[in-house]
């Protein structure tokens, strides 16, 4: 299963495009050792001050990938039925991405009297995030990520979400392979 993801995300990505992880930590606790043993230098936490104080162990991640990498592999395995994984395919890099989406998760509400965290990124929100902005909306998110989102399905870890600026696609790997 996991060859089937990453011979579909080879294909998107291109030379001028990487692939990067969202890690919700508050759902995969072993993200925190696998940054242990990754070290930070492509990992940037998502939250900002002054919202970041003390939710450093529950806080969402990007982390660059090399798809050959057995840290990719761990993370795809991982991930498996559960909900807690994004991959973005981007040609920004990773400072400029973990800039542009750090200003997507915390939002005023004027329902609230403070801002609130929006966890957009998660997979189990990210469908009704996008179909709640109008096409102009869309069109600055996918501009601001610079490429597309990619989901893996919980019940069927081989269908695969793919969130582009021209709409919503279900992957099956299997038709891909």
Do not use: C
């Amino acid at each position: 299963m996991i060859e089937m993801h990453k011979v579909f995300l080879n294909k998107e990505i291109t030379e001028a495009k990487a692939l990067y992880a969202i890690v919700d930590s508050a759902i995969y606790k072993e993200f925190h050792d696998l940054m242990d043993i990754e070290g930070e230098e492509n990992i940037r936490i998502l939250l900002k001050e002054p919202y970041l104080h003390g939710y450093e162990t529950a806080a969402p991640y990007l982390m660059l990938l090399d798809i050959d990498d057995a840290i990719t592999d761990g993370l795809l395995h991982a991930a498996k039925g559960e909900q807690w994984l994004t991959l973005i395919v981007s040609q920004k890099s990773l400072d400029a991405l973990a800039e542009e989406l750090r200003d997507m998760i915390v939002v005023e509400s004027e329902m609230h009297a403070r801002p609130i965290i929006y966890r957009f990124y998660d997979p189990r929100n990210l469908a009704n995030y996008i179909h709640i902005h109008n096409e102009e909306e869309l069109k600055m998110f996918y501009e601001d990520i610079g490429g597309a989102l990619f989901t893996i399905d919980a019940d069927d870890p081989s269908m695969l979400y793919a969130y582009r600026n021209d709409g919503i696609e279900m992957i099956d790997l299997k038709d891909e392979a």
